[in-house]
């Protein structure tokens, strides 16, 4: 008999005589066993065979108890994600789910299924094994969840098209595309759509809607639509309960907000006590009330006053960075100097010299600029000497060096350091005072602090008696309502990312340790302006937008207020402040909450309004990770028209790729631009084009609408009349490109389009770098929101678009697409009439000019850039590339 037959718990029991000289060995079993006569040798060699196989049945036993004990952890996770699928009933797999089959997945330190499964001797205990445990063990070794999870996701969406075609198919009033599909059918946790303008974004979040309701996501009052404006609301409300009530679905029951309506609803029911937002912030994004804010504190307080003027007159305008050379803005006609223009009414060649003669002539200084030195210095190799700044009353010279901290003039500057110690020596051997500051000094404000003491020294006194100067014509470099707008942006920023003026201070200091004099000077009236903002709405016992937000926020996070949305979809997500984010954060946080965010990147034009883009291009960061979907196929412009505002828009390699395509008929010429001779032939211009269209369509069977639109509201006004007017086969209406986003018509006019004016289209407002104080990032890329908003403008035309501009003014965008080839432009009578780019800087024309020398075409933004044709080559250049 094989000893393998007696393993166990007989060969456990065995009993062994020894009796000499032989042993004898017993082993029970269903029929004793005695195996007897065996020497010693004999018997210790079967003894150690017995142990060895004793040893291996116990292991074997160990392994079977293992399997048994880990396949039940993982049949038991296994059943649990049966369970949760089986409650999905068929539905997208959201990314919670996912993540919590992942870290509910047993870890098990050594798994023996492979050990078992190698063991012949166990193939008896395998094959009694229950099957569920054995798939169980099989999914659990060959699934990857991730991967698992998407290939089950796709799968579904496939099926879910066919099944649910007709919902699809007739939700809206057009079928479904299949992107479209797929933004509603995912409902993740956190989907974000990337909609191209016209690619129908409020169908998808009506259509999500619906869907949320006929598949039994949600009931009516679960799902919540938060909108940027309320005409957005009122008409994403309207939307859903029309359509939805063709499938006999409950849309009215859904909640259609803005952010601003909803906040107030949270706190009110959370507290008791419904806030009041004044009516002010919403005229000019509170502008106004700013204005009221910083005349009570200039009214009362004399150091705010004092503070307030010192920022305005002297450091209102930025600096470009350390070795940037900034765009000269003005020309003295006697000096020839080309540069920036004074207080005291002159110009100089740097912005740095500029802050140095202001802070100057506000504080009673008299001095003279470049006066020449008063000793002759021309030899044949220097000329004559003339120091930056001279001062009569106390007979000295101040010499303003271009160096950084180190002493580092900038890389381009060659000879600059033997410049200054010739200087310098020139100083010494003639006995005459010198005082220096450098651009370091300047910039961090120690400067000016060295300057004080030096004058006040030898006797000069430091006035500050600014009151006969700040009303003078022409020398104020900003104006109130400029720095007013600004304090007004910061404010509504740094609230909106929960920044407190000591957070700003940390900021400003952060990357160097110093805070720059003109960043100091801005942080303490923001101190002041901050505190009387709040102090007068908690008087009025009111609340601002972004205050708002937060409290709504934190009673959602506390758990202060019961959320009843699982569903969150949200427009215009492009266009949310950090607030908002925030807001929807605290909405969606929390099991079995989705969130739908539908917006566009390249239509974001309210930065000014507080919009942050990183809501959306960081949307994971936001919100978890979750799918993205582009919604790539637009049904209003055609495709020429789209790939002309799509590569002027996408150069900017901040903003997020896509590609559109359109399924809107051709009818060329889709993109043309007008030139007239000044702007006021503007209305003769529009009425020769209305005209035209209007015979046009004189046959069809309801009018063509034309949207005349503007950069700026009042370059409206000379056109009104005309919009205004009642017109065969036309209706024509008029708007900013800022209120007219999410609207369109057949054809566009865009106004403005003119450059050196203030204006112009793109503005020349550039934004302030003190704004970084209270954003996460800055947009870097020259005319960012500026490029938007004429994205904005060329992608409401159904048909075509008409750009309006004066002839030798065309903008730089105008420029652009003329230097890229995409438009032709022409006068009034149909005649070309392109520009000639300006040599230099390549992207505004140049201009008939005279000089000393006789006539020249020199760039329209001259001084700021000083390229220039001589006439004979023009007559070359028109002679080359006429017909």
């Not at 022409?826 to 000639?836: A, W, Y």
Request: net charge negative; hydrophobic share 40%; charged share 25%.
């Amino acid at each position: 008999m094989g000893w393998h037959i007696l393993a166990g718990a007989a060969l456990r029991e065995r009993t062994i005589d020894r009796a000499w000289p032989w042993s004898v060995v017993a082993v029970p079993a269903e029929a004793y066993t005695a195996l007897g006569g065996l020497n010693r040798e004999t018997r210790r060699a079967l003894d150690d065979v017995i142990g060895q196989v004793i040893a291996e049945a116990d292991r074997l036993e160990r392994l079977s108890a293992t399997f048994i004990a880990d396949g039940h952890q993982v049949q038991q996770w296994r059943e649990g994600v049966l369970r949760d699928l089986d409650t999905l009933r068929n539905r997208w797999i959201p990314r919670e789910l996912a993540a919590r089959w992942l870290a509910d997945r047993p870890d098990l330190a050594s798994p023996v299924f492979d050990q078992v499964r190698s063991e012949p001797e166990l193939a008896g205990f395998l094959a009694t094994q229950p099957a569920s445990l054995l798939q169980a063990i099989h999914t659990w070794e060959h699934t990857d969840i991730p991967i698992w999870v998407a290939e089950r996701n796709q799968e579904f969406l496939a099926v879910e098209r066919v099944h649910m075609k007709n919902f699809f198919d007739t939700i809206e009033k057009s079928p479904l595309t299949e992107e479209q599909i797929s933004s509603v059918a995912m409902c993740d946790n956190s989907v974000r759509v990337i909609a191209a303008a016209g690619s129908g974004k409020t169908s998808t979040m009506v259509a999500r809607a619906g869907y949320t309701l006929a598949r039994g996501i949600a009931e009516p009052g679960q799902i919540l639509m938060l909108a940027f404006n309320k005409a957005a609301a009122d008409e994403l409300h309207q939307r859903v309960v029309e359509r939805l009530h063709t499938h006999r679905l409950d849309g009215e029951q859904i909640k259609a907000t803005t952010f601003h309506s909803f906040g107030l609803e949270v706190i009110g029911q959370a507290t008791g006590r419904k806030p009041r937002v004044p009516g002010d912030l919403v005229d000019l994004n509170g502008a106004k009330r700013m204005e009221r804010v910083v005349d009570r504190l200039r009214d009362r307080d004399e150091t705010f006053r004092r503070t307030w003027d010192l920022f305005r007159l002297v450091f209102g305008q930025p600096l470009s960075d350390f070795g940037v050379p900034g765009r000269p803005e003005d020309h003295d006609k006697i000096t020839g100097i080309r540069g920036y223009r004074t207080l005291n009414d002159e110009v100089v060649k740097s912005q740095e010299e500029r802050l140095i003669a202001n802070w100057l002539f506000y504080h009673g200084v008299r001095y003279e600029y470049e006066r020449p030195y008063e000793v002759g210095t021309a030899t044949a190799r220097h000329g004559q000497y003339h120091p930056d700044f001279y001062y009569p009353d106390i007979d000295a010279y101040h010499e303003h060096w271009a160096i950084d901290r180190d002493g580092n003039p900038p890389p381009t500057f060659e000879g600059y350091r033997e410049g200054m110690r010739w200087k310098r020596q020139m100083h010494q051997a003639h006995g005459t005072t010198l005082l220096e500051t450098t651009s370091a000094s300047v910039r961090d404000g120690s400067g000016f602090d060295y300057l004080a003491t030096q004058l006040r020294a030898r006797g000069l006194v430091i006035d500050d008696s600014y009151h006969e100067i700040q009303h003078i014509p022409g020398r104020e470099p900003v104006e109130d309502a400029s720095i007013i707008r600004l304090f007004r942006t910061v404010l509504a920023h740094a609230k909106s990312n929960q920044l407190s003026s000591v957070d700003l201070r940390q900021r400003a200091a952060s990357a160097t340790g110093r805070i720059p004099i003109r960043t100091e000077l801005f942080l303490q009236l923001y101190r002041a302006i901050h505190q009387e903002w709040q102090r007068q709405l908690a008087a009025a016992n009111q609340v601002d937008f972004d205050d708002m937000l937060k409290q709504a926020s934190e009673i959602i996070e506390a758990g202060r207020w019961a959320n009843p949305y699982t569903m969150v979809l949200v427009d215009e997500l492009q266009d949310s402040s950090c607030a908002r984010a925030w807001l929807v954060r605290a909405l969606t946080a929390g099991p079995d909450r989705h969130l739908l965010g539908v917006g566009d990147d390249w239509q974001a034009i309210n930065r000014f309004a507080g919009a942050d883009l990183s809501v959306m291009t960081d949307f994971a960061t936001w919100f978890g990770q979750g799918p993205t979907v582009h919604l790539s196929r637009t049904f209003r412009s055609p495709q020429s028209l789209c790939d002309v505002a799509g590569e002027f828009v996408a150069k900017n390699p901040a903003q997020l790729e896509k590609q559109v395509s359109s399924v809107q008929r051709e009818d060329p010429p889709t993109l043309q631009a007008i030139a007239v001779n000044t702007g006021d032939e503007y209305p003769a211009a529009l009425e020769d084009y209305l005209t035209g269209l209007s015979q046009q369509h004189a046959g069809d069977a309801k009018p063509a609408s034309v949207f005349v639109l503007g950069r700026y509201r009042h370059t409206l006004e000379r056109v009104a009349d005309l919009c205004d007017r009642s017109r065969p086969h036309l209706t024509v209406s008029a708007d900013t490109i800022h209120k007219s986003k999410g609207k369109e018509a057949d054809y566009v006019v865009v106004l403005d389009l003119i450059s050196g004016a203030a204006y112009s289209f793109p503005s020349t407002i550039e934004d302030d770098p003190l704004l970084r104080l209270a954003q996460p990032g800055a947009d870097r890329f020259p005319d960012a929101e500026e490029r938007r908003l004429f994205y904005v403008a060329l992608t409401r035309a159904r048909k075509a678009v008409l750009l309006l501009t004066t002839k030798f003014r065309e903008s730089t965008f105008l420029m652009e697409l003329f230097n890229d080839k995409k438009v032709t432009i022409h006068n009034r009578d149909g005649e070309t009439d392109d520009p000639i780019p300006c040599p230099d800087c390549r992207v505004n024309p140049v201009v008939l000019k005279s000089g000393s020398n006789g006539d020249f075409y020199g760039c329209v933004t001259w001084p700021a850039c000083n390229g220039k044709y001589q006439t004979w080559e023009i007559e070359q250049q028109r002679e080359s590339t006429s017909p």
